[in-house]
């Protein structure tokens, strides 16, 4: 996992300590999958993963062609509450309403939270 890998930056040391921490708790199933967040400094990416397969149900980003077009030139915080509802409507038309949110080491706040946010507009419980 990402504790193994030696990061010389604090700050990533620090968030691969956090993110390990919380992954040993949580683990996601094809009817709750994990909805793992990673914010770089310029996009934010989610993607919902059934942790007993390995496989990816459903991701979003803004790098996505119908996601680009609806949030070009938008606030960081306005696109991450976009990407959340985008990985929402995926999910529910899957049939999944709950999911177990990963926030992957970083602080619930920010993008992060906006995420969450867009991801219980589009009907998901967590």
Known sequence: MAGHIKYTNP???NRARRKV???LRMSGTADRPRLSV???ARYVYAQAIDDTTGRVLAAASELEEKLKAEVTGKPKKERARAIGKAIGDKLVALNIKAVVFDRNG???HGRVKEIADGARAAG???
Do not use: A, D, M, N
Request: net charge positive; aromatic share 26%; hydrophobic share 35%.
């Open 38 to 40: 990673f914010r770089s």
């Open 106 to 108: 970083y602080i619930y």
């Open 124 to 126: 998901l419980t967590f």
């Open 11 to 13: 700050k990533q040391r």
């Open 21 to 23: 921490s919380i992954r």
